[in-house]
């Protein structure tokens, strides 16, 4: 069975950084295209970005374009977004997420994706 668990969350000033963490186990990492959520208070859980299984095609949501990176380590079974100049709309809770595919993209619709981890709560205020 799959897990995820993401860390890395907390509260920063706006044009902070704050880099998550999402580790994966239970099966072979390199065999799922992984992606990160958001899902600010009242509003639906949105795209943020994606990678292939490989790392080397990546996908972004245009608000988050040129601030966050997202990456993957094969080797340590984990994905990361590194988020840079972050603003108060940023605020939401993080999920990552796992699609088990033979596409060379990573995708980008929720329904893909059927492995979740618990979230992890970035707040961005002054």
């Known amino acids: 069975q799959v897990q995820l668990v993401e860390s890395g969350g907390g509260l920063v000033q706006p044009g902070g950084s704050l880099r998550l963490s999402c580790v994966f186990s239970g099966r072979a990492f390199r065999d799922y295209a992984m992606a990160w959520f958001r899902q600010a208070p009242g509003k639906e859980r949105e795209f943020v970005a994606a990678i292939s299984r490989g790392g080397s095609t990546t996908n972004y949501a245009d608000s988050v374009k040129g601030r966050f990176t997202i990456s993957r380590d094969n080797g340590l079974n984990t994905m990361y977004l590194q988020m840079n100049s972050l603003k108060p709309e940023d605020t939401a809770a993080y999920y990552c997420?796992?699609?088990?595919?033979?596409?060379?993209?990573?995708?980008?619709?929720?329904?893909?994706?059927?492995?979740w981890g618990q979230g992890t709560q970035v707040t961005v205020s002054p």
């Open positions: 997420a796992g699609a088990r595919t033979l596409l060379l993209k990573p995708p980008i619709a929720q329904t893909e994706y059927g492995t």
